[in-house]
C-alpha cells in the first residue's frame, strides 16, 4: 500500500504517475463497502407496497408482513392516521402495533411511545378511549430490558397520569404498584415504581397518600439497591409538597435523616439536594437541630474526602446559605463564608512536582474539569453570597473572591460571572463604583462569549453606575471611569472584526442607551461616526439597521445644531446619494427610523425631499422599496402647512404611474396609491384657523373696495343717464344701457369662474389616462378627503395664503372688468350725442 504523499509542486512523470493510479485505486477499493450496502432488486420488490391500497390498509399490510423500517414508519405515522380516521385506526391499526410491539426493536419501541404521548398531547381521541385503548400498552411495556426504551415509556405514563381521571388512576395505576414495589420484583420494576409514586402524590389528598404510598415510599427508602434509594429520596420533595408540612415533618425529614448517613455517596447527594429543596418546609427548630448539623457534616466530609459531589454542593451552596441565615450563629456564618472562599478558588493554586505518568495525567485533568465546575458554580451562587454577607460588607469580604472570578483562566467563569453581574451591581446598589474596574475588564475580555453575556444587561448596568456614582458624591455622567468609553470602543471593534454578527448586531443595540450615560461630545466624537461607518461598510444587513438605529437616537439627543446639520448632510450625501445602490436602500430605512423616532416636522424639514428624489433612481429595488415607504411618508404631512410638500409629493405618485417600466415596481406602485388615497392627512387646526381669520380679513377688506367702486360707477352712469335722457328723449338710450349692464354682470360672473383656481392647477384634468387607471384620482389632486377640503371650502383662502398674489389677481381682474364696462358706455353716449348734433345742424342751417 502506498501511502498518498502531497508536494509542494507535483510532479507528473512517468513512474509519479502510476503510483497517482495505485494510490486512486486504492480509493475506490474503500468505496466498494458502501456500495455493497445499496439495495438489491430482490430488497427493493419486497420493499415495494401497491399504490392502490388506502392509508389503512397500507399500514395493515405493512405492519403484517413488511421489514421493520416499514412498520417503524407506520407507528410514526400513527397520530396522522388518527386525524384523518380515527375510528379504522382504533380498529384495524392499533391491535396490529400492539402486536408487533411485543418482538419490536428499540427503535420502534422509542417511535411509539413518542406517537402514543402526540395523540394524547394533540387530543386526537377522549381520555375515556385513550384509556381504554393506549393505557394498556404503555403499562406492558414499562418494565423493558432496555433501559432507554423503559424511560421512554415511563415519560408516556408520567404524562398520561395528569390527564387521567382519579378513579382510572387509582385502579388501573395504583393498585397494581403496590406488588410491583415489592422487593421481590426486578430492579427496574422497582424504580419504575418510585418515579410513579412521585407523580401520583400530587394527584390525591393526603389521607389517600398517608393510607396507601407512604408505606410504600418507607419500604423503598429501605431497599438494599443503592439505585432504588437514591431514585425515592429524589421523589421526596413531591411527597412533601403532596402531604403538606405536618406529615413532612413526622414521616419524610425522618427518612431523609437517615438517608444523608448513607454509606452510598449516591444516596448522601440526593438526600442533601432534597433537604436543600424542602428549607422552607421545616421550621426554625428543624433546621436548628436536625438540619444544620446535617449539612455541617456533609461539607466537612465532601470537602475532606468525597469531592464527587463537589459541584453539586457549590451549586445549591448560595440557596443553602440563606435558608438557615436565620439560625447561624456568627461562628458559623463565619464558617460558611470560609467554605465558599475556599470553593471559589478551587483548582487556581499550584501543586508542586511534575507528572510524567499519564494516568496521573488524565486523572488531573478530569480533576481539573471538576474544579472548573465548582468556580463556575461558585460564580453563580456570587449574588446569593453577597445577601448572606450584607451589601455593606462586600468590599471587606468578597471583593477579593469577586475578582478572581472576574479574573478566572476559565471562560465557563468568566462567561457566568457576566451572566450574574447586573445583579450583583443592583445589590450593591450606591456602593457599585467598586467594580467599575471589573466591568472594564469584561468589556475587554478575550472571549467574545462573556463580552455578549455582560451586553445582555449593559444599559442597565451603566445606568446604575451612573446613578451610584452621584449618590455617592462622585461625578456624574461617568467621569468617574476614564477607561471605560476605551473599553466599550474596544468591545465593538472586537465584535466587527469577528464572525459573530450576532453579538455585534447586539451590541450596537445596547449602545443606543450611551445618551443617558455620557455626554453627547463624547458620543459625537467616539461613536456616531463609527456608526455612520458601519452603515456604510458593513456587510451584515442586521448590523447595518443596529447601527442606523443607534446613530438617529444619538441624532436625536443631540443639542448643537452645527453637528446635527453635519450629521444629516452626511445621511443625505453618503447614503441618499451614494453611488451603490445598496446605501441608498439604507438611506429609505434610516428614513423610516426617523419618522418613528423624530417629530413630523423634522422629517419634512430635512428628508421628505431627499427621499422624494429617489423615485428617479435607476435601481428598481430602490424605487420599490421606496413605494413602500410612501404611506408612512405622507403621514408626516399636516395641512395646511405642508402643502408645497403635499404637491411634490402627488407630483411623484404621477410620475411613478406614467413613466414606470418595470413591472413589478409598477405593481407595488398601484398598490401604494390605493393605499394612499385611503389616507387621511392630518390638519393644523391651529394653523388653519390662523389663515383662515387672516383671509377673512382680506376678504371683508376687498368686498369693502369693490362695494365703494359699484357705489361711484352706479352715481357716474345715473348722472350720465340723466343727462342723456334731458338731450335725446325716448328710452332706446335706457335699453341698451340695461343691456350693457346684464352684459358687464355676465361677463363678472364668468370671470369669478374662471379664476377662481389657482393657475397651478389650471390644466389639473389634463393628466394622462395611465394616472387615472392607477386609481389616482386628478380631480381631487391625488389623494384623500383633507386635500378635497382645501380646494371645496378654502379655495380662495388657501391659495391667498400660498400665493399672497391671488387677491391682488382677483381685485385687478374685477376692476378691469368694470373699466371696460364703463369705457362701453361712455363711448356710447359720446356716439349718440354726436348723431344729435348732426341733426340739430341739418335743421338750422
Known sequence: MHPIIFFSKMDFSQSNLFGYIEDLQELTIIE?????????????????????????ERAVYLLSSGQDIQGTSVVANLPVLMRQNPAETLRRVLPKIREVLHVAGVEMQLTAAVSFLTVLQEELVSIHTYSHSFLHIILQHLEHRDAGVSNAWLETLLAVIEALPKETVRHEILNPLVSKAQLSQSLQSRLVSCKIMGKLANKFEPHIIKREILPLVKSLCQDVEYEVRTCICRQLEHIAQGIGTELTKTVVLPELVELARDESSSVRLAAFETLVNLLDMFDADDRSQTVLPLVKSFCEKTFKSDESILISLSFHLGKLCNGLYGIFTPEQHLRFLEFYKKLSTLGLQQENGLHNDNQLQLQT??????????????????????????????????????????????????????????????????????????????????????????????????????????????????????????????????????????????????????????????????????MLTIILTNNVLPV???????????????????????????????????????????????????????????????????????????????????????????????????????????????KLSCQEKDKDVLTIVK???????????????????????????????????????????????????????????????????????????????????????????????????????????????????????????????????????????????????????????????????????????????
Not at 491 to 514: F, I, M, N, V
Not at 734 to 748: I, N
Request: net charge positive; aromatic share 8%.
Open 32 to 56: 466498494r463497502p458502501v456500495r455493497r450496502s445499496l439495495k438489491t432488486p430482490e430488497e427493493i420488490e419486497r420493499l415495494t407496497v401497491d399504490e392502490e391500497l388506502s392509508d389503512i
Open 544 to 654: 447595518q439597521k443596529a447601527a442606523a438605529r443607534t446613530l438617529c437616537v444619538y441624532l436625536r439627543y443631540n443639542r448643537k445644531q452645527e453637528q446635527r446639520h453635519e450629521v444629516i448632510q452626511k445621511l443625505i450625501e453618503q447614503l441618499g446619494q451614494g453611488k451603490s445602490y445598496w446605501n441608498r436602500l439604507r438611506f429609505l430605512d434610516t428614513c423610516e427610523i426617523i419618522m418613528e423616532l423624530f417629530s413630523k416636522s423634522f422629517f419634512c424639514k430635512y428628508f421628505f425631499l431627499p427621499v422624494l428624489e429617489l423615485t428617479h433612481d435607476p435601481v428598481a429595488n430602490v424605487r420599490m422599496k421606496l413605494c413602500y415607504l410612501l404611506p408612512k411618508v405622507k403621514s408626516t404631512l399636516k395641512i395646511p402647512t405642508d402643502k408645497h410638500l403635499l404637491q411634490q409629493l402627488e407630483l411623484c405618485i404621477r
Open 365 to 530: 485533568l478530569e480533576q481539573e474539569k471538576k474544579y472548573i465546575s465548582v468556580r463556575k458554580n461558585c460564580a453563580y451562587n456570587f449574588p446569593a453570597m453577597i445577601v448572606f454577607v450584607d451589601p455593606k460588607n462586600f468590599h471587606l469580604e468578597l471583593y477579593s473572591i469577586f475578582f478572581c472570578l472576574c479574573h478566572d483562566p476559565e471562560v465557563p467563569v468568566r462567561y457566568t460571572m457576566a451572566i450574574s453581574f447586573y445583579e450583583v451591581a443592583k445589590l450593591l446598589n450606591s456602593g457599585v463604583y467598586t467594580i467599575h474596574k471589573e466591568l472594564v475588564t469584561l468589556l475587554q475580555d478575550e472571549s467574545l462569549e462573556v463580552l455578549d453575556a455582560l451586553v445582555g444587561h449593559l444599559p442597565e448596568i451603566l445606568e446604575l453606575m451612573a446613578n451610584g456614582g452621584e449618590n455617592s458624591g462622585s461625578e456624574s455622567k461617568l467621569l468617574s471611569i476614564p477607561d471605560l468609553i476605551p473599553a466599550l470602543t474596544t468591545a465593538e471593534q472586537r465584535a466587527a472584526t469577528s464572525l459573530k454578527w450576532r453579538t455585534h448586531e447586539k451590541l450596537l443595540q445596547k449602545y443606543a442607551c450611551l445618551p443617558h450615560i455620557i455626554s453627547s461630545d463624547q458620543i459625537y466624537y467616539r461613536f456616531l461616526h463609527r
Open 671 to 845: 398598490r401604494t396609491v390605493l393605499e394612499l388615497d385611503r389616507m387621511e392627512i392630518s390638519v393644523d387646526a391651529e394653523q388653519l384657523e390662523k389663515e383662515k381669520q387672516q383671509n377673512e380679513g382680506r376678504s371683508t377688506n376687498t368686498n369693502d373696495k369693490m362695494f365703494e367702486k359699484k357705489r361711484r360707477d352706479s352715481k357716474t352712469s345715473s348722472v350720465l343717464t340723466k343727462s342723456i335722457t334731458l338731450s335725446v328723449p325716448g328710452s332706446s338710450s335706457g335699453t341698451s344701457a340695461g343691456k350693457e349692464d346684464k352684459k358687464s354682470k355676465l361677463v363678472r360672473s364668468q370671470s369669478f369662474n374662471t379664476q377662481a383656481l389657482h393657475p397651478k392647477y389650471s390644466n389639473i384634468d389634463k393628466c394622462p389616462k395611465k394616472s387615472s387607471a392607477t386609481g389616482y384620482t386628478s380631480s381631487v389632486s391625488g389623494m384623500g378627503k383633507s386635500c378635497m377640503l382645501s380646494f371645496s371650502d378654502d379655495s380662495f383662502r388657501s391659495h391667498s395664503t400660498g400665493n399672497s398674489g391671488n387677491t391682488a389677481f382677483l381685485s385687478s381682474s374685477s376692476r378691469n372688468l368694470f373699466n371696460s364696462t364703463d369705457q362701453k358706455s361712455n363711448g356710447n353716449k359720446e356716439s349718440q350725442s354726436r348723431k344729435m348734433s348732426i341733426k340739430n345742424r341739418k335743421s338750422n342751417p
